[in-house]
């Protein structure tokens, strides 16, 4: 199954902080074999494994699918994000109609490329916000 997932991203993360896939799957907590699958693009990693790589990478987890560069946020930012995206959720698993697919529960790997990519969405709002309400004088025309 293909997904939009540039497989690579976590291999890039990997080798920037010098370890091989057994190092990063020790880490984690997870096998090599799921590190490989992840790597390859074969599988997507599930929630736990995806919210463990952002952590011990600092970064999103839209940026560990490998969907885009991030602009800098500021921890309050930050927490904001969390917070839009943890409302998002509350409000859809609310919804007994929300979270299905064809009238069937989404699988965890399908509910977590739907996580990452409302916080993708979220995190592109918010950077386009920061854009628009910038005073001129501060922003960077370099």
């Known amino acids: 199954m293909e997904h939009d997932m540039h497989p690579n991203n976590i291999r890039k993360l990997r080798e920037s902080r010098g370890l091989t896939q057994m190092q990063l799957a020790e880490h984690l907590g997870v096998s090599f074999q799921a590190v490989s699958t992840w ?3 074969v599988k997507v990693p599930r929630s736990g494994a ?3 790589l952002a952590k011990f990478f600092g970064v999103s ?4 699918m490998g ?4 602009p800098h946020f500021t921890s ?3 927490r904001d994000i969390q917070k839009s995206l943890d409302q998002v959720l509350t409000a859809l698993e609310s919804s007994q109609q929300a979270l299905l ?3 069937e529960p989404l699988d965890d790997e399908t509910k977590e490329l739907l996580i990452a990519s409302l916080e993708r969405s979220i995190r592109m709002a918010k950077a386009m916000a920061k854009e628009k309400y910038t005073p001129e004088k501060y922003k960077n025309h370099g």
């Not at 987890?61 to 560990?64: D, K, P, Q, T």
């Open 39 to 41: 790597e390859k693009g």
């Open 50 to 52: 995806l919210e463990k």
């Open 61 to 64: 987890r839209a940026e560990v």
């Open 67 to 70: 969907w885009e560069e991030q």
């Open 76 to 78: 309050r930012d930050e």
């Open 101 to 103: 697919f064809d009238g």
